[in-house]
């Protein structure tokens, strides 16, 4: 009877040392997996800046465009074209 229950016992032992070692390496998972789900967060909220960062930088651009689209138009006003009597001497010279 005695060496039934020591048996059984050792057996229990062994199988709550499984038991715990899977315990642990359920547990170490569950850290890495957490652990590499706040990495990927981390990352996630760089590229919303880096986003944020470029849209400011992409309507700056496109405020100076329109600025100086509007300068050069401008100064395309300010000029005299006189297309017909540019291309008239254009013709001119090389048909003499």
Do not use: H, K
């Not at 909220?45 to 880096?50: G, I």
């Amino acid at each position: 009877m005695t060496g039934q229950i020591l048996a059984r016992l050792a057996q229990d032992a062994w199988l709550i040392s499984i038991i715990c070692t899977v315990d642990y390496i359920i547990l170490i998972l569950a850290l890495a997996v957490t652990g590499f789900a706040a990495v990927q967060f981390c990352y996630m909220m760089f590229l919303q800046a880096a986003n944020r960062q470029q849209q400011r930088r992409i309507a700056e651009l496109e405020r100076e465009l329109v600025a100086l689209r509007r300068a050069v138009s401008e100064q395309l006003a300010d000029v005299p074209f006189e297309v017909e009597e540019v291309w008239s001497e254009l013709i001119d010279e090389g048909g003499a």
